[in-house]
């Protein structure tokens, strides 16, 4: 089946504006965790969704970052007021179950200039 | 805190020239060791999950083992396909969130 596809592939945006980055996961999957990775690390951890609430925003890094899941299937991460240190691809994963191993989308790469 | 800490940064290797990767990790109960591998431009790619100490897995040329405090990844007559960024993650304790470390991009020279 597909796997988890993510939307735009890149956005550009200036300082201060607002952006949306949209997340379908696979089918069936009822776990859903946003990622952020900079250039040479590793995704750091953002939130994660169990069904349509937010189980775990700890990684969220300040109240411009906010996520929903209204249904339960398609997430959306909204970012107000960007900074150019927003700049970093955004990563989205699901799974079936909180034990089982996450599945990756391609990222939306984002660059505030 | 969960930490992970991979090693080496980078590794060039020749075509069959078998080496390993290794991650250090330290975290309040362990429920999962997890590999996995990124081409550049694309999400990371689920390879492995190991759960305790001892446990081995193997796909292809790659085998993933497991102790108390690291995880290897050994690569077996490695292709340039094999090349690519190699994750080590950790699920620990109550957290549901993967804590990566900052991967060992691997090339693989004909």
């Known amino acids: 089946g597909a796997g988890v596809s993510q939307t735009p592939s890149n956005k550009v945006t200036e300082k201060g504006k607002y952006v949306e980055l949209r997340c379908d996961p696979i089918?069936?999957?009822?776990?859903l965790y946003w990622y952020r990775q900079s250039l040479g690390q590793g995704p750091e951890f953002l939130i994660y969704?169990?069904?349509?609430?937010?189980?775990?925003d700890s990684g969220l890094p300040n109240d411009r970052f906010f996520a929903v899941r209204p249904e339960g299937s398609v997430s959306t991460l909204k970012i107000q007021r960007t900074e150019r240190g927003d700049s970093a691809v955004y990563l989205c994963?699901?799974?079936?179950?909180?034990?089982?191993?996450?599945?990756f989308g391609p990222g939306t790469r984002l660059t505030v200039l | 805190e969960d930490q992970v800490t991979q090693s080496p940064e980078a590794l060039r290797l020749q075509e069959g020239e078998s080496s390993s990767l290794n991650c250090s990790y330290t975290v309040s109960g362990l429920r999962g060791l997890f590999w996995y591998r990124q081409d550049p431009g694309k999400g990371p790619e689920f390879l492995f999950t190991?759960?305790?100490a001892g446990e081995e897995k193997e796909k292809e040329r790659l085998k993933a083992t497991l102790t108390k405090k690291e995880s290897f990844l050994h690569i077996t007559a490695p292709k340039p396909e094999d090349s690519a960024t190699y994750l080590c993650a950790v699920e620990s304790g109550s957290a549901r969130q993967l804590t990566f470390g900052s991967g060992t991009q691997l090339t693989v020279l004909p």
């Open positions: 994963a699901s799974s079936f179950a909180l034990l089982n191993e996450q599945f």
């Open positions: 969704f169990q069904g349509t609430g937010a189980a775990d």
């Open positions: 190991l759960y305790s």
């Open positions: 089918s069936g999957h009822t776990a």
